[in-house]
């Protein structure tokens, strides 16, 4: 396929640049423990210095893949549907959820927020960044914050971002994994203490799965 056909497919999201897609647990957040399937999408310019996809950064590491192909791989396997990334808003998700919900499947993302709003989601888990911000509209449509805990100064901007989310929003604070240790118990004091928040951790890799 030409180089600008395949553009313009992008462009309409009838391909992605799958980075992996894979039938896992869920570790992370409101649906911690539910069966999935992962779509992530290469792609991101946030640029959290402790991101653990950072292979995930560069889009052109990973080919552009049909839709319709990875909307029929993740029929095989579950009900539900998440799409992760890197950034998976940089690029439309309106066909793809569009699919997906016509085969019965429950659409989630996880997301910075940073970028304009595409796709139709039965859950929109928002993840704000210092470096770039949410756009207004990913604060409306947030069902879950879930705000990562790497130092004490982040309690503050966890409090900024929930100040933004509608009150459906169930809210979560995550230790950053490389300072679980010390960031844990800081976390239990906060939410004893602030009882609106809820704990995140990453299960998954307690467990030992993808």
């Not at 879930?146 to 933004?164: P, R, S, T």
Request: aromatic content about 10%; overall charge negative; some cysteine.
């Amino acid at each position: 396929m030409l180089k600008k056909e395949v553009q313009e497919l992008i462009n309409i999201g009838e391909m992605l640049p799958l980075m992996e897609e894979f039938y896992t647990i869920q570790g992370e957040g409101a649906h911690t423990g539910t069966a999935a399937y992962f779509i992530r999408i290469g792609g991101c310019d946030v640029g959290c210095h402790w991101c653990d996809v950072k292979e995930s950064w560069n889009a052109n590491l990973h080919p552009p893949t049909k839709t319709d192909i990875i909307v029929e791989n993740a029929k095989k396997y579950a009900e539900t549907v998440v799409i992760t990334g890197g950034e998976p808003l940089m690029w439309s998700l309106d066909y793809i959820t569009q699919q997906l919900h016509e085969k019965g499947i429950k659409t989630h993302i996880e997301t910075s927020g940073a970028y304009n709003f595409s796709g139709v989601w039965d859950w929109f888990c928002l993840s704000p960044k210092k470096n770039k911000l949410p756009l207004e509209r990913a604060y409306q449509e947030a069902d879950e914050l879930k705000m990562i805990i790497h130092n004490k100064n982040d309690f503050q901007f966890a409090e900024e971002q929930a100040a933004k989310v509608g009150k459906k929003c169930t809210l979560f604070l995550q230790p950053e994994w490389s300072k679980k240790e010390k960031m844990t118990p800081q976390i239990i004091d906060y939410v004893m203490e602030h009882p609106q928040w809820k704990i995140s951790l990453q299960t998954h890799k307690y467990l030992n799965i993808p």
